[in-house]
């Protein structure tokens, strides 16, 4: 169902020249496009890495662009941080930076240069957590970033064409 190690790095270097083109495309509308399908083929771009987002392997294989000659839907995701708090127990200081993860996701049809669909996501912080130390370290980690389920996002994409 997922591609092998050997053909995502062959799918790196195959958008390599064109990356720049999806990160810097500016859609002129929002519309849902007539030229898309249910087998539409995707893309999957992270704005500020500007590079081909891991996810990009999650999709079914038969979405999967595998050549820019593939692409149908250009995603865009813009991830970023968000300070929660702080998190420890009596035991341990409070030292721990909590963050939420933030992710907007934008779908933009190749073609027509417009908008198909766009959604916010946003993790959810627990009011405490746990985690081990390694042994013999004896410290709390200074940062932990909750982050949003993969699956959400997947299925967003999907289901949004």
């Known amino acids: 169902m997922f591609l092998k190690k050997y053909e995502e790095s062959e ?19 929002y519309y849902n496009s ?25 999709l ?17 995701l813009d991830f970023n941080e968000k300070f929660r708090g702080y998190y420890g127990t009596s035991k341990k200081p409070y030292k721990t930076e909590g963050y939420i993860q933030e992710c907007k996701v934008t779908l933009i049809d190749l073609k027509d240069n417009s908008i198909v669909s766009r959604k916010n996501f946003s ?10 130390t390694r042994r013999g370290s004896g410290s709390s980690p200074k ?8 699956d959400e996002i997947i299925n967003f994409i999907i289901s949004s064409i």
């Open 143 to 150: 940062k932990k970033v909750f982050k949003i389920s993969k």
């Open 60 to 76: 079914p294989k038969n979405r999967i662009a595998k050549k820019p000659s593939d692409v149908d839907i250009v995603v865009w």
């Open 11 to 29: 799918l790196f270097s195959n958008f390599d020249r064109n990356i720049d083109s999806y990160i810097e495309m500016r859609p002129s509308k």
């Open 123 to 132: 993790s959810k912080a627990p009011e405490e957590f746990s985690y081990r």
């Open 34 to 58: 007539k030229n898309i399908d249910s087998f539409s083929r995707f893309v999957i771009v992270d704005k500020s890495e500007k590079k081909i987002h891991k996810y990009h392997f999650s």
